[in-house]
């Protein structure tokens, strides 16, 4: 089992930039790929950035890259997703999630992947 906890959400004007930290605890945090995902009122939840066990691959959403950067620190059992420029639609609850992943250096993209999940946290963009 993981426990997974986000922090860092809240309410921040369109251009600015938020932190987001997930921290992990229980079993050992190396084993797991971890990723980010969100979800808007009404839609589906999506995909946002993913990164490896070793944190040496990462991988964004398109409409994510060259704004969000995701990364790791295992000595702290902590993946972060650090966002900029944010704009409106980027309004949505964002959950950190963990996959365990065979592969030392793979990430996913598919919500099925990841078996646990935190409880979310909020991050509001308004215009």
Not at 60 to 74: E, L, P, V, Y
């Amino acid at each position: 089992q993981v426990q997974l906890v986000e922090s860092g959400g809240g309410l921040v004007q369109a251009g600015g930039s938020l932190r987001l930290s997930c921290a992990a605890s229980g079993r050992a945090f190396r084993s797991y790929a971890m990723g980010w995902f969100r979800q808007a009122p009404g839609k589906e939840r999506e995909f946002v950035s993913a990164i490896s066990r070793s944190g040496g691959t990462t991988y964004s959403a398109d409409s994510m890259k060259g704004r969000f950067t995701i990364s790791r620190d295992n000595g702290k059992n902590t993946v972060y997703l650090q966002m900029s420029s944010l704009k409106p639609e980027d309004t949505a609850v964002y959950y950190c999630a963990a996959d365990e992943a065979i592969y030392y250096d793979s990430t996913s993209t598919k919500i099925q992947d990841y078996v646990y999940w935190g409880q979310g946290t909020q991050v509001t963009v308004s215009s």
